[in-house]
């Protein structure tokens, strides 16, 4: 699946789970991301829940 296809419900569970303590090799793997992509998303929604995701 493409990055932009991700609802941003699934970027925020994304986020979520390396803020729990799963490492982020496993986390991307899991998702089939990269870790660039998991550092981009990071950076973009670090701490904003779904609906304030937009834009």
Same mark, same amino acid.
């Given at each position: ?11 925020? =569970?994304?986020? @979520?789970?390396?803020? !729990? $303590?799963?490492?982020?090799? &496993? ?11 998991? =550092?981009?998303? @990071?950076?973009?929604? !670090? $701490?904003?829940?779904?609906? &304030?995701?937009?834009?």
């Amino acid at each position: 699946m493409k990055a932009w296809k991700f609802p941003d419900a699934q970027k925020a =569970f994304i986020l @979520k789970q390396g803020e !729990d $303590g799963i490492s982020r090799a &496993e986390i991307c793997r899991r998702a089939g991301i990269s870790q660039a992509t998991y =550092f981009n998303w @990071k950076k973009k929604y !670090d $701490g904003l829940l779904p609906p &304030e995701m937009n834009g």
